[in-house]
């Protein structure tokens, strides 16, 4: 893992609180400063897909190109026949 050097002014409020859960968990504030952003950047890229999926859900749902194969959804035919799955 490459990492930069930046500077981030706290609070002094989050910085003290910042402070006691590295102390506790025995772990440096940086490391706790890093592991909070990357959270907060999975959360955010889980939030686009989840908005992109919402603009896209009415297209899946009445464009004929996209929902033409639906009536295969309950088939089994990527299973294969039992007799092959047993081998």
């Known amino acids: 893992?490459?990492?930069?050097?930046t500077q981030v002014?706290?609070?002094?409020?989050?910085?003290?609180?910042?402070?006691?859960?590295a102390k506790e968990e025995s772990r440096s504030l940086s490391e706790i400063v890093r592991e909070m952003i990357e959270r907060e950047l999975r959360y955010r890229q889980r939030r686009?897909?989840?908005l992109a999926a919402?603009?896209?859900?009415?297209?899946y749902t009445t464009d004929p190109e996209l929902t033409a194969f639906?009536?295969?959804d309950g088939d089994d035919f990527?299973?294969?026949?039992?007799d092959d799955a047993t081998g």
Do not use: F, P, V
């Not at 002014?9 to 859960?21: A, D, P, T, V």
């Open 78 to 82: 990527l299973y294969g026949d039992e």
């Open 54 to 59: 919402r603009e896209l859900q009415a297209d």
């Open 9 to 21: 002014l706290l609070e002094k409020s989050q910085h003290e609180i910042l402070s006691r859960i």
């Open 70 to 72: 639906t009536a295969l």
């Open 1 to 5: 893992m490459e990492l930069y050097r």
């Open 48 to 50: 686009q897909m989840m």
